[in-house]
């Protein structure tokens, strides 16, 4: 009877709990651009483009997104990079037990 985990177990189901995730994720962010670009297309066929208000609030909804998009980008980097290190360690520690 062993007490040591299965860490090759451990490694495939922390794996696919993470790759469940991420469609998830995916999935949520693909909703959210159909939503927002459905909202942006109903403001540009209801805006009066002479009206200098709606060209101030479509810039600034421009403006506001994409310092927002920058932000996220940069944000599934950085999560990225962290997962490929944690990955990059687990793939060590096991080349070390071996």
Do not use: C, W
Not at 71 to 87: E, I, K, P, Y
């Amino acid at each position: 009877m062993s007490t040591s985990p299965d860490l090759d177990q451990i490694r495939s189901s922390a794996l696919a709990l993470y790759d469940k995730a991420e469609n998830r994720h995916r999935t949520a962010i693909i909703v959210a651009v159909i939503l927002e670009a459905v909202f942006l297309a109903a403001f540009l066929l209801l805006a009066d483009m002479r009206n200098r208000t709606h060209l101030l609030l479509l810039l600034s909804t421009i403006a506001i997104y994409s310092i927002v998009g920058a932000g996220l980008l940069a944000l599934a980097a950085f999560v990225n990079r962290a997962t490929l290190r944690v990955l990059k360690a687990l793939e060590l520690l096991e080349s070390r037990n071996s």
